[in-house]
């Protein structure tokens, strides 16, 4: 294929004129030489002689072989005919845990789609078909198709906002897209504690691994104290591991410090875990509401506080829920003060998912 050697340091211009003019073939530049470099020409371009060429060479050398720019290009030949509407277009990545929803027809070549998703995403250790989510904490059942290293456990390690979240998505429940929203509980719990004066004692009795945590734990003179938890054992584990990487990195006490595994319902009739909270997380989507009763002892019953949740509600129910969300808070003797209930995503053509919360003062 021809090339036009150039000195390495007028590449840029020769790939620009040659691009002018329709004449760049797109197979990338190559080292010719230790000073020069061999750019790819289109078979309309002009020959050696042309004086565009200002006197430069035009060698003929194999081209560059490009990358591919997607993963079905290295599916096995047999199987490069299917369309891409064949394949899946949309997968979640965990850590280096890829999770990818199949349909019927694609799962006899489950493998040799992870196979090619593996020599693509080289950041990813083992591709996993997601079967949907089973059983009362609602855990992805995962099926394991490859393994870069053999390895198909799904136990792995997320960044977000910085920090390290050990999940386990064929164990327990996690969703990276809900990133902004901690964001944001960071932003209102900063306007809180400084409404109160003073540092924050923090409930989370539906903490999962704990996502939630790092942003306000690290946060100097924000939170004093937690109290978090979760039912499902295997959530535990994880949250006590990452919990106390992030006490080390706040540099800090913390008091209280608890971490249990025990239904949030039931929080209220221990003394160690009731009457203690000057804010409180609810993250139960599908059930948040129905459970708001039973959160309401574990506050500071005097001054105000702060409750954050997110629930699952039909989209036209959205100014009722603030309707009940107020009356719950006075049926627990408190006085509203800010309460707010608004969609962060559409969850079905009906259905989304809400961020609520309410500031109110104890009478």
């Known amino acids: ?134 059983g009362d904490f609602r855990v992805r059942s995962l099926e394991p198709l490859s393994s870069r290293d053999g390895s198909t456990h799904t136990t792995t390690t997320v960044r977000e906002h910085g920090f390290e979240i050990q999940v386990d998505p064929g164990e327990v429940y996690f969703s990276a897209r809900l990133s902004n929203q901690r964001q944001q509980t960071l932003e209102r719990f900063q306007a809180f504690r400084q409404r ?75 003394e160690h875990l009731s009457g203690k909270a000057h804010a409180v997380l609810v993250n139960l989507p599908h059930d948040s509401f129905e459970h708001l009763p039973a959160m309401f002892p574990l506050f500071r019953q005097e001054g105000e506080s702060l409750l954050r949740g997110w629930t699952i509600v039909e989209r036209d129910e959205l100014p009722r829920q603030k309707e009940r969300l107020e009356r719950l808070v006075q049926e627990a003797g408190g006085e509203p003060l800010e309460t707010e209930i608004s969609e962060v995503k559409g969850f079905s053509t009906t259905r989304c998912f809400a961020m609520f919360q309410t500031l109110f003062r104890w009478q």
């Open 196 to 270: 109160l004066g003073h540092p924050i004692v923090l409930a989370d009795p539906y903490a999962g691994v704990g996502p939630a945590l790092p942003l306000l734990l690290v946060e100097p003179d924000l939170v004093e104290g937690f109290l978090v938890g979760d039912l499902n054992p295997k959530a535990v584990d994880l949250l006590k591991t990452n919990v106390d990487r992030w006490a080390g990195r706040a540099g800090q006490s913390f008091a209280p410090s608890t971490v249990v595994c025990e239904d949030a319902r039931l929080w209220s009739k221990d």
């Open 1 to 134: 294929m021809r090339h036009l050697s150039v000195p390495r340091d007028q590449t840029q211009v020769w790939l620009e004129r040659c691009k002018a003019n329709g004449w760049l073939e797109k197979t990338g530049v190559i080292p010719y030489s230790e000073t020069h470099r061999a750019v790819p020409l289109t078979g309309e371009a002009p020959g050696e002689n042309d004086a565009f060429w200002e006197g430069h060479v035009i060698v003929d050398i194999e081209p560059k072989d490009p990358s591919p720019k997607h993963w079905t290009e290295r599916l096995p030949a047999e199987l490069q005919s299917k369309p891409a509407s064949f394949w899946p277009s949309a997968f979640e990545t965990q850590g280096d845990v890829l999770l990818v929803k199949l349909e019927p027809e694609v799962r006899p070549h489950g493998k040799a789609m992870a196979v090619a998703m593996l020599n693509h995403m080289p950041s990813i250790r083992v591709v996993c078909a997601d079967n949907g989510v089973e």
